[in-house]
């Protein structure tokens, strides 16, 4: 799949191309899924899923595990295909382009849409500096000031201060916090436009997941972000709406204060009072 | 629940017996390995001098029998073209099916081959060579690369099973994380894997080389004997597991100790290689 020539990019034009300001690249896209299937062999894991995420907003997925809320997200960028034996099916659209149409590069789709792991995965090899590095060059971008990059990266990651005196340090030696700050600091040095989050501080303490719901409030105002969340505290602190998977199915989608005290489904209202689930 | 009691008598003899056993066994194993290292180093070092390392055998009948120099640097020789053959051969073969095939019909065919290849007796890869590059005459006759060549073939489904093993290590998770970032496949592979999996692809072919430099049956009718040191592996040459193979049946005493000596060199040699291995091994990211 990645053999294709990417011909025409999901990177259509500039959003106001008189501006001529630098931040305006840096702004969330939204994303609509349009009767979204995923399968896994003979699994039928996402169900006809119509949802959108509105740009510079933060939406939570919860719903209890097995649900599909995460091979939802990977849909979005398009690491579902990436299991071996598992497709999809349906629309998903990055602004008005659709990601799954045969003319766009997959390896374009994941530049726009980065990606955080539940488990913080630096990669062993590299140091810190190389870790938030490895984005870009791993994209073949040459040239530009990669210090700078970098640095930018590490700070908008709120991890600056922490690791600045120790960047040629293994990755892996941090804390794992840090960790998954570094993770988020790589995924933001290659520029997305929309950041996805499966589970991102399932692995990690309070005072470590409180840093990292910080960094989301943070860079909200940049990115458009989907966060998969077990937990419904951490759901009802970052996010402008919630939507609420069961079987694969989407029970509702709410802004996130209304889900939490009124829902209008009679399951969700049972998932967030903690009646199963 | 029932209460504490101490450790019945009949569960401490049998206790006793076991381990009794296993350490029997274990003793056992280890006598005929000190018993060949053993008598290895008595007879061979007693050959040792600096010109056993320096001169190259004379062939001659009376007198000095000379040294090995020419079977240490042909052993070296023909086992390096082997392994510039087989490890980035097998290393591929092994990326292929890690990365690539995963669990497609012809990566199991691939590795159902790679399997039966390790247990093809190594005379057979020797022979194969003979016949198809030395009796059909098109290539010239004896040589060192096609002692190379044999050996390569040898070498190759070690070197494949090993990398697929230590490929299969390197977590999933950073291939997602690369993939993730808009990496293409390949340089997922390059910048990613490779460099994760190292220590792991090092050893795997060492322990390949090692294997390989000690193969006597793939070079007695491929490279063969020589007396002289030579550069040129389109000419016969000499290595060391030949100089064993020839020195040891020979009548005369000189000769069968320049064997023992040889043989000494060779042990050492792969001593070096494994230790390095094990080295290399313990640096592993994912042990």
């Given at each position: 799949?990645?053999?294709?020539?990417?011909?025409?990019?999901?990177?259509?034009?500039?959003?106001?191309?008189?501006?001529?300001?630098?931040?305006?690249?840096?702004?969330?896209?939204?994303?609509?899924?349009?009767?979204?299937?995923?399968?896994?062999?003979?699994?039928?894991?996402?169900?006809?899923?119509?949802?959108?995420?509105?740009?510079?907003?933060?939406?939570?997925?919860?719903?209890?595990?097995?649900?599909?809320?995460?091979?939802?997200?990977r849909?979005?960028?398009?690491?579902?295909?990436?299991?071996?034996?598992?497709?999809?099916?349906?629309?998903?659209?990055?602004?008005?382009?659709?990601?799954?149409?045969?003319?766009?590069?997959?390896?374009?789709?994941?530049?726009?849409?980065?990606?955080?792991?539940?488990?913080?995965n630096?990669?062993?090899?590299?140091?810190?500096?190389?870790?938030?590095?490895?984005?870009?060059?791993?994209?073949?971008?040459?040239?530009?000031?990669?210090?700078?990059?970098?640095?930018?990266?590490?700070?908008?990651?709120?991890?600056?201060?922490?690791?600045?005196?120790?960047?040629?340090?293994?990755?892996?030696?941090?804390s794992?916090?840090?960790?998954?700050?570094?993770?988020?600091?790589?995924?933001?040095?290659?520029?997305?436009?929309?950041?996805?989050?499966?589970?991102?501080?399932?692995?990690?303490?309070?005072?470590?997941?409180?840093?990292?719901?910080?960094?989301?409030?943070?860079?909200?105002?940049?990115?458009?972000?989907?966060?998969?969340?077990?937990?419904?505290q951490?759901?009802?602190?970052?996010?402008?709406?919630t939507?609420?998977?069961?079987?694969?199915?989407?029970?509702?989608h709410?802004?996130?204060?209304?889900l939490?005290?009124?829902?209008?489904?009679?399951?969700?209202?049972?998932?967030?009072?903690?009646?199963?689930? | 629940?029932?209460?504490?009691?101490?450790?019945?008598?009949?569960?401490?003899?049998?206790?006793?017996?076991?381990?009794?056993?296993?350490?029997?066994?274990?003793?056992?194993?280890?006598?005929?390995?000190?018993l060949?290292?053993?008598?290895?180093?008595?007879?061979?070092?007693?050959?040792?001098?600096?010109?056993?390392?320096?001169?190259?055998?004379?062939?001659?009948?009376l007198?000095?029998?000379?040294?090995?120099?020419?079977?240490?640097?042909?052993?070296?020789?023909?086992?390096?073209?082997?392994?510039?053959?087989?490890?980035?051969?097998?290393?591929?073969?092994?990326?292929?099916?890690?990365?690539?095939?995963?669990?497609?019909?012809?990566?199991?065919?691939?590795?159902?081959?790679?399997?039966?290849?390790?247990?093809?007796?190594?005379?057979?890869?020797?022979?194969?060579?003979?016949?198809?590059?030395?009796?059909?005459?098109?290539?010239?006759?004896?040589?060192?690369?096609?002692?190379?060549?044999?050996?390569?073939?040898?070498?190759?489904?070690?070197?494949?099973?090993?990398?697929?093993?230590?490929?299969t290590?390197?977590?999933?998770?950073?291939?997602?994380?690369?993939?993730?970032?808009?990496?293409?496949?390949?340089?997922?592979?390059?910048?990613?894997?490779?460099?994760?999996?190292?220590?792991?692809?090092?050893?795997?072919?060492?322990?390949?080389?090692?294997r390989?430099?000690?193969?006597?049956?793939?070079?007695?009718?491929?490279?063969?004997?020589?007396?002289?040191?030579?550069?040129?592996?389109?000419?016969?040459?000499?290595?060391?597991?030949?100089?064993?193979?020839?020195?040891?049946?020979?009548?005369?005493?000189?000769?069968?100790?320049?064997?023992?000596?040889?043989?000494?060199?060779?042990?050492?040699?792969?001593?070096?290689?494994?230790?390095?291995?094990?080295?290399?091994?313990?640096?592993?990211?994912?042990?």
């Amino acid at each position: 799949m990645t053999d294709q020539p990417p011909t025409t990019s999901p990177r259509i034009a500039p959003r106001t191309p008189a501006a001529g300001l630098r931040e305006v690249e840096a702004h969330g896209r939204s994303v609509t899924l349009r009767n979204l299937h995923a399968y896994y062999g003979d699994v039928h894991a996402v169900n006809g899923v119509w949802l959108e995420f509105p740009p510079n907003q933060v939406t939570a997925i919860i719903g209890p595990s097995g649900c599909g809320k995460s091979t939802l997200v990977r849909c979005i960028n398009r690491m579902h295909e990436e299991v071996p034996g598992a497709r999809a099916a349906g629309t998903v659209l990055l602004d008005e382009v659709d990601v799954y149409r045969d003319d766009v590069d997959v390896v374009s789709v994941r530049r726009l849409v980065g990606m955080v792991f539940q488990k913080p995965n630096p990669f062993p090899t590299m140091s810190v500096f190389d870790n938030v590095a490895a984005g870009l060059r791993l994209t073949g971008v040459r040239g530009g000031d990669l210090r700078d990059r970098v640095e930018r990266s590490l700070r908008s990651a709120g991890l600056w201060e922490e690791v600045k005196d120790r960047l040629g340090r293994p990755g892996i030696g941090l804390s794992g916090g840090q960790q998954q700050r570094l993770c988020i600091a790589r995924t933001l040095a290659v520029e997305p436009e929309v950041i996805l989050m499966d589970e991102p501080c399932s692995a990690l303490d309070p005072v470590a997941t409180l840093k990292i719901e910080e960094l989301i409030a943070g860079l909200r105002a940049r990115y458009t972000i989907v966060i998969v969340t077990h937990n419904m505290q951490q759901a009802a602190r970052v996010s402008d709406s919630t939507a609420f998977m069961l079987n694969g199915e989407l029970v509702e989608h709410s802004p996130t204060e209304k889900l939490f005290t009124t829902p209008h489904d009679a399951r969700t209202e049972e998932y967030v009072t903690g009646k199963f689930g | 629940m029932s209460a504490l009691a101490p450790v019945s008598p009949r569960r401490r003899r049998t206790d006793l017996l076991a381990r009794g056993l296993l350490a029997v066994g274990t003793l056992l194993a280890l006598v005929p390995l000190v018993l060949v290292l053993y008598y290895v180093a008595k007879k061979g070092l007693g050959t040792w001098s600096w010109s056993f390392f320096t001169t190259d055998p004379t062939g001659n009948f009376l007198g000095s029998p000379g040294g090995i120099k020419s079977a240490i640097l042909g052993t070296i020789e023909i086992v390096a073209l082997a392994t510039a053959i087989a490890v980035p051969l097998g290393i591929g073969v092994a990326l292929y099916l890690v990365e690539y095939g995963r669990e497609s019909r012809f990566a199991a065919v691939v590795r159902y081959f790679v399997d039966v290849m390790t247990g093809v007796p190594s005379i057979v890869f020797g022979l194969f060579i003979y016949i198809t590059l030395i009796l059909s005459g098109g290539v010239g006759g004896f040589a060192g690369w096609k002692g190379s060549l044999a050996l390569a073939l040898l070498m190759l489904p070690i070197v494949t099973r090993s990398a697929e093993v230590v490929l299969t290590l390197v977590p999933d998770s950073l291939r997602e994380a690369a993939l993730a970032l808009g990496a293409p496949r390949w340089r997922v592979v390059g910048r990613i894997v490779l460099p994760t999996a190292l220590p792991g692809l090092v050893t795997g072919s060492l322990l390949a080389i090692a294997r390989a430099a000690g193969e006597t049956a793939p070079l007695l009718f491929t490279s063969t004997l020589a007396l002289a040191t030579t550069l040129n592996l389109g000419t016969q040459m000499n290595s060391l597991p030949a100089v064993i193979f020839a020195d040891v049946g020979q009548a005369q005493d000189r000769l069968v100790r320049v064997a023992w000596g040889a043989a000494l060199t060779l042990v050492l040699m792969i001593l070096v290689l494994t230790t390095l291995a094990r080295l290399i091994s313990r640096r592993s990211r994912f042990a």
